[in-house]
């Protein structure tokens, strides 16, 4: 998986997240921060955090941990697809 279809992958699985019911598309740039975040962390935790911080930041409400992580976790699995397959 090139680096585009990386981010076409990450794009795709974070529109279809609605974490606080705002509907998918309240979420622009949000997405584009995690996207940028998923290249730099490759813990799940640290990149829990950082999910639930960029939301928060934006919308004054707290994402539970439990559901960053489980995030964290899909998008790392879709990184490190890519990077076994370059």
């Known amino acids: 998986m090139e680096m585009l279809e990386m981010n076409l ?11 606080l019911g705002y509907g998918e598309d309240s979420y622009d ?16 935790k640290e990149l829990a955090r950082k ?8 919308f ?3 994402i539970p941990l439990s559901e960053c992580t489980i995030m964290a976790e899909e998008l790392l699995a879709i990184k490190n697809e890519s ?3 370059l």
């Open 60 to 62: 004054e409400e707290i």
């Open 83 to 85: 990077s076994c397959s």
């Open 9 to 19: 992958s990450l794009l795709q699985r974070l529109m279809e997240w609605d974490p």
């Open 29 to 44: 740039p949000e997405i584009a921060d995690t996207i940028q975040a998923v290249h730099v962390l490759s813990s799940p």
């Open 51 to 58: 999910i639930q911080s960029i939301y928060e930041f934006s």
